[in-house]
């Protein structure tokens, strides 16, 4: 299961006003829940088994951002750059500029980007997650080293809208 369709049903059990959803594949499984204490906004939890483990319990990891942020994080960065749009990563995981390391990278500094274009990759749990832009305009500034380790809501590029 990719990270868009966690999304899609992350926005799904939202609008259908369940209060919790548990959803188990063959090595990973899905609890979301709406209405917490802090806010009315649903959390998910990703967890993988391993096939040989899959009878152990392990600990929930989270992995997929509420509903409210799912858009590809763009907010205002708070520093001198306030003007430009921020796009953070959306999970945990390995940030590649490159969809291999024959190929050219996605975008550069100056780089023109439009909606739904490639920016990156994101390896987690050993699958490559595209991470496409939810913004036009260009790339100033690119904030994360090629196969560095990524956090989530970690800003990866500064993109100017105008």
């Not at 749009?85 to 550069?108: M, Q």
């Amino acid at each position: 299961m990719d990270i868009k369709e966690i999304q899609n049903l992350i926005k799904f059990v939202a609008k259908s006003g369940a209060s919790e959803v548990k959803l188990e594949m063959d090595d990973v499984k899905i609890t979301i829940r709406t209405g917490s204490d802090d806010k009315d906004e649903p959390k998910t939890y990703v967890q993988q088994i391993p096939v040989a483990q899959a009878q152990a319990p392990a600990p929930a990891v989270p992995a997929a951002a509420p509903v409210a942020s799912t858009p590809a994080a763009e907010t205002p960065a708070a520093t001198d750059d306030s003007k430009y749009i921020t796009i953070k990563s959306p999970i945990i995981g390995t940030f590649y500029r490159k969809p291999s390391p024959d190929k050219p990278v996605f975008v550069e500094v100056g780089s023109t980007i439009g909606e739904g274009d490639v920016l990156c990759v994101i390896e987690a749990m050993k699958l490559f997650n595209e991470i496409e832009s939810e913004v036009s305009g260009k790339i100033v500034k690119i904030l994360v080293d090629d196969a560095s380790p990524v956090e989530f809501d970690q800003p990866l590029f500064l993109v100017d809208p105008s």
